[in-house]
């Protein structure tokens, strides 16, 4: 289905370079196949696929990608090379007590010597800050950020390049509160201009370095960087969501009595409504991500789920 889309995309954009925008919730129970559009390494090395590991420890689905500490493992996620236009990338990471992460914004992909455009993020450096991460180069200086260990927070990026590359701005929030004010010079300190949004760099920085990252979106526009207002994860009641990614249809399981069911772009915007039904048409839905809300008589429940 990813393949189907990306060829889909071609056709319409009426070009066959990464352009396409992308979601991926990595369920890969095989390992990321060297055909994959947005997985890549640094000088196109071949079998540089991210460690996929499940069932289990995901955010979404059963897999997700490992940046181990092995100090070797090096994988690039493609955003196409973007000198114009609005974009947005969220993904989602888990980062274990005792364990540090580390990966940079690239200028190009595939990655040749390297061009970091803010520096380098890191989660718990050296293990000397747990829960405390920094973004090392940015126009602002050095930027320092809270993250939790031991569960999955989203890590959410604007890009304003809409009066092209040379003008760039950016916004970033991690656990859902602002690192990066959006407006902020996409540029690092001594105002360097990046030659384009080339991608992101996950690397194993040290034998210390252990972190998880799934259900990566990326859109044509611009996402919510705080939380949605009227929009959470709490479950107050138990439902599911099958299939989930979904193409066409999505069913609900649930044994509450549904009142009306409000499904959410991850802008917040109000997509679709219905009342009672339990099989829902979502074939008109842009591809990505999606809150589905349930309300019952007294309560409200809401889950997320992927459109393909």
């Not at 772009?265 to 009342?275: R, W």
Request: contains cysteine; aromatic residues 14%.
């Amino acid at each position: 289905m990813k393949t189907l889309y990306f060829l889909l995309a071609m056709l319409f954009l009426g070009n066959i370079s990464v352009n396409a925008q992308f979601v991926d919730d990595m369920e890969y129970p095989d390992g990321i196949p060297e055909s994959s559009y947005w997985w890549t390494c640094w000088f196109n090395e071949t079998n540089c696929t991210p460690f996929i590991v499940g069932p289990g420890l995901a955010h979404e689905g059963e897999y997700s990608g490992l940046i181990p500490g092995d100090e070797i493992t090096e994988e690039a996620l493609d955003l196409g090379d973007r000198i114009l236009g609005e974009w947005g990338l969220e993904f989602y990471m888990y980062v274990p007590s005792g364990k540090e992460a580390f990966w940079n914004l690239q200028g190009t992909v595939p990655i040749g010597a390297g061009e970091w455009i803010v520096g380098f993020l890191y989660f718990n450096q050296d293990l000397a800050t747990p829960g405390q991460g920094i973004i090392s180069d940015t126009a602002l200086g050095e930027i320092t950020f809270n993250f939790p260990h031991d569960e999955w927070f989203r890590v959410a990026m604007n890009f304003d390049l809409s009066l092209g590359i040379d003008s760039g701005t950016w916004g970033m929030s991690i656990d859902n509160s602002i690192v990066v004010p959006e407006g902020t010079a996409f540029t690092n300190l001594d105002g360097d201009i990046p030659t384009s949004l080339g991608g992101v760099s996950f690397y194993s920085i040290s034998p210390d370095n252990e972190y998880y990252i799934d259900t990566f979106n990326h859109i044509n526009g611009f996402l919510e960087l705080e939380p949605i207002a009227g929009v959470d994860d709490n479950t107050l009641f138990n439902f599911s969501i099958f299939p989930n990614p979904a193409v066409n249809n999505i069913n609900i399981s649930t044994t509450e009595s549904i009142e009306k069911i409000h499904i959410y772009s991850m802008q917040g915007t109000l997509v679709k409504e219905t009342n009672h039904n339990k099989i829902i048409d979502i074939s008109n839905l842009s591809n990505g991500l999606y809150f589905l809300k349930i309300n019952t008589e007294k309560e409200k429940s809401i889950q997320k789920f992927i459109k393909n």
